[in-house]
């Protein structure tokens, strides 16, 4: 989706406002594709002094599987858009990935939004950011209680425990 910007591009002070909804279930990150539900976008274009800064936020709904636990888990997420729209890109070898071209006097509205949400999702996904895990030893999930499994002793300290059990 193109937004149009030739009312603003010469107007300092001047704004547009945009709301949209994109398709984005075909990204897949790690093994599965979190995103099934639309994300949504909207926020504001500004001129500011000449120079185009486009805020607003990005939501959805991520449907994953947690990659510390494995449990399955479904969680709002909220994104800030923040970026700057330019009419030509100068120096193409030191790109600002938070820095896009115009196509003629339009915003590529889907290219910045798939952009900004996949550089802003997390390498790993989470049930929730303290997710605690799944022991090692008997492989329970450490998010419904401690295992009942006994901490192995380190055999370097093996002769101390002799002298504690004296």
Same mark, same amino acid.
């Given at each position: 989706?193109?937004?149009?910007?030739?009312?603003?591009?010469?107007?300092? #002070?001047?704004?547009? @406002?945009?709301?949209?909804?994109?398709?984005?279930?075909? *990204?897949?990150? #790690?093994?599965? +594709? %979190?995103?099934?539900?639309?994300?949504?976008?909207?926020? /504001?274009?500004?001129?500011?002094?000449? /120079?185009?800064?486009?805020?607003?936020?990005?939501?959805? +709904?991520?449907?994953?599987?947690?990659?510390? +636990?494995?449990?399955?888990?479904?969680?709002?997420?909220?994104?800030?858009? &923040?970026?700057?729209?330019?009419?030509?890109?100068?120096?193409?070898?030191?790109? &600002?990935?938070?820095?896009?071209?115009?196509? #003629?006097?339009?915003?590529?509205?889907?290219?910045?939004?798939?952009?900004?949400?996949?550089?802003?999702?997390?390498?790993?996904? *989470?049930?929730?950011?303290?997710?605690? #895990?799944?022991?090692?030893? +008997?492989?329970?999930?450490?998010?419904?209680?401690?295992? @009942?499994?006994?901490?192995?002793?380190? %055999?370097?300290?093996?002769?101390?425990?002799?002298? *504690?059990?004296?």
């Amino acid at each position: 989706m193109l937004l149009g910007l030739s009312k603003i591009i010469d107007c300092p #002070g001047a704004s547009v @406002s945009f709301s949209t909804s994109i398709d984005l279930s075909d *990204l897949q990150f #790690g093994t599965c +594709c %979190p995103v099934t539900e639309p994300v949504s976008a909207e926020g /504001v274009v500004r001129n500011t002094a000449g /120079v185009l800064v486009m805020t607003g936020t990005v939501r959805t +709904c991520l449907h994953g599987v947690c990659d510390r +636990c494995a449990s399955e888990f479904t969680r709002d997420v909220e994104i800030p858009i &923040d970026v700057v729209l330019v009419t030509e890109l100068s120096n193409e070898e030191n790109e &600002d990935e938070w820095v896009f071209p115009l196509e #003629g006097d339009s915003a590529d509205l889907e290219d910045i939004i798939r952009t900004v949400f996949v550089l802003n999702m997390d390498s790993k996904l *989470l049930c929730k950011e303290d997710c605690k #895990g799944l022991c090692c030893r +008997c492989g329970k999930n450490l998010n419904d209680g401690p295992c @009942s499994c006994q901490k192995e002793l380190d %055999p370097r300290f093996a002769a101390l425990k002799q002298l *504690l059990e004296k």
